[in-house]
């Protein structure tokens, strides 16, 4: 079975610019999260789709958004883009049910780095 | 409010040796998960290690293992026969799975463990 995956792997910006990232859960999976690393605040979370639905948001400002498609495929985005940004973002799905154990399978991230 | 702390932000240990990395946690929750992932160099998020809170008996995966002490809310990871391959960034984390932890790891600031020949 694939892998969550994570596109594009890399991707450089400028300040004011906008983004997208997606994510392909692995097949089954109708949780999604995203999770933004630094070296300075570490892994904080951003949100949590499931079944099309946000149902967990973290303390990041508005700028910050995403969405959940039908297929479980998810994006976020990021508009007006600041230096602060640049981090490695991280997505995760997981399976729900009792059997699950809650958990998170992580694709391999996507780099932003903004100018 | 859940928090997890890990309070060695590097350890090393030569190869073959047994190394512990530490975890304490607080929740008010009283069942939950905890789990030991690892980072190596290329940023990929790998689950070594997870324990079902209710479950008394510690978790063990081949050369990983737990010691839960959930009266404690310490979770830490003992590492036997160390391997070069170990080499790597070691997160705690916490979910209950419920409420504001719903699809939510909550994350320690992780262990930088160093494996040297």
């Known amino acids: 079975k694939a892998g969550v995956t994570q596109t594009p792997r890399y991707l450089i910006k400028t300040r004011g610019q906008q983004v997208t990232l997606s994510c392909s859960p692995i097949?089954?999976?109708?949780?999604v999260s995203w999770y933004q690393q630094t070296p300075g605040q570490g892994l904080q979370f951003l949100f949590e789709?499931?079944?099309?639905?946000?149902?967990n948001k973290g303390n990041f400002p508005g700028r910050f958004s995403g969405r959940q498609f039908s297929n479980s495929r998810s994006e976020m985005n990021v508009s007006t883009l600041e230096l602060g940004d640049s981090a490695l973002y991280l997505c995760a799905s997981s399976l729900e049910g009792a059997e699950a154990w809650n958990e998170q399978f992580f694709g391999p991230g996507t780099r932003l780095t903004v100018l | 409010a859940q928090t997890v702390t890990q309070s060695q932000p590097e350890m090393s240990v030569q190869e073959a040796e047994t190394v512990t990395l530490s975890c304490t946690y607080d929740t008010s929750e009283s069942n939950y998960y905890l789990f030991w992932y690892k980072q190596p160099p290329s940023r990929q998020m790998i689950l070594v290690i997870r324990q079902e809170a209710y479950k008394q008996q510690n978790a063990t995966e081949n050369r990983f293992s737990v010691n839960f002490q959930k009266a404690a809310k310490s979770f830490s990871l003992k590492i036997s026969d160390s391997q070069l391959g170990d080499t790597a960034m070691y997160f705690c984390?916490?979910?209950?799975?419920?409420?504001?932890?719903?699809?939510?790891?909550?994350f320690g600031r992780g262990t930088q463990l160093t494996v040297w020949p």
């Open positions: 984390a916490f979910t209950a799975d419920r409420g504001s932890t719903l699809g939510r790891l909550y």
């Open positions: 789709y499931f079944s099309e639905t946000q149902r």
């Open positions: 097949s089954g999976h109708r949780s």
